[in-house]
């Protein structure tokens, strides 16, 4: 199995029945393909729609109905079109249950930089500073490192995205809950060894007991 | 009843270096033959207010192309390499604002209120400059108004009083704006006379509506 699928399929486990979820862009919108058909949610785009659904066939696409990214989408039964300022009444107002954003460095606090590289990358924020704000979970679901880089690192190099802690860490390598007393080593990937963990990760990690493989299928 | 102006005379009526605030998100639901008038007409010295700048050749990205735009306000560029390279030459002034306090803040332009204050964007850069605001022992930050001189609407359909109604995810930022320009101009894809829009469907009420831009041809 690529990375990526890894961790969308293990961040799906993470999504419960009647939630309210906001993917980001890349990565995290790859959760929804592992979500089991019987678990009904509904996802938001915070351009404007509550219920998304995946793309249309094609010749069926609506130029009024896009995701975040710009894609053609579909809506759901029960979908409901909003504005930005309902969108991000849902996202600020603590109504969004869960968040699913990529990172670029998350730190022993538990906090997130993902939305900008000085003198290099400089795109926005979007709504990234918003759902990090306001969401009741926050899940990143990043690949462990970039090119040899480590991206859970001690303290956040690159300008933070907000000072909440998030909730959840899932990597092809490891899923780690950051908590008060610091990041919490939950479960490793498939095949991979607490050693190889420790060695691509730049923030100390607590290792309680066994640390289970993730449960994938 | 309103009248229905050409897009080329609506374009005659935006003076340059004047605020517009432009509905849409990634070229979806903004006024795009108001813009295309507007690059006819070589406007100049524009302060922009939208989500985005969309991309080259597209919505709103047309006017950075143009170079008819010296300020953009707006909370992601970063599919739009072109509003990137003139803001690293200086050519254009970018300020960058979380999506939700963006629209929170034309929300208060345009309902009267002094500020908003919003947990988004303590402890980042964004911070930077601004009051912080305690409210039962929680940090908030002062968020300006915004205003314009110009609001710019993509719409689905207006009846002869100018009421709107919007689709999908192309309602985005259309419907606060429209109450945060001392000129609002809406661009429907259809004009319907007064009733086809039942009053439950008007989310922009017509006493708002400055200028109608004729039907598509």
Redesign the interface.
Known sequence: MEDKDIIAQRVAQEIKPEMLVNLGIGLPSLVANFLPKDVHVFFQAENGVIGLGPRPPEGMEDEDLTDAGGGFVTAMPGAASIDSAMSFALIRGGHLDMTVLGGLQVDERGYLANWMVPGKMVPGMGGAMDLVAGAKEVIVAMVHTAKGAQKIVERCTLPLTAVRRVSLIVTEMAVIKPTERGLVLLERGPGVSLDAIVKATGAKLIIEGDVPEMRLN | MKTALSADAAAALIPDGSVCLIGG?????SPHRLIDAMVRRGVKNLTIVA??TAMPGKGIGKLITCGAVRKVI??????NPET?KK?ISGELEVE?V????L??RI?AGGVGLGGVL?????????EEGKQIVEVDGKPYLLEKPIKGDFALIGC?QADYYGNLE???????????MALAGKQVIAEPHHIVPVGVISPDDV?TPGVLVNHLIERAI
């Open positions: 998100f990634m070229a979806v639901g989500n985005d707006a909370s992601h560029i970063g599919l990137q803001m960058l979380p999506q939700g306090t629209v929170e929300r919003t947990a988004t964007g303590i402890g980042t850069l964004v689905k919007y689709s999908l995810t192309a309602h985005n930022f259309n419907p606060i989310k």
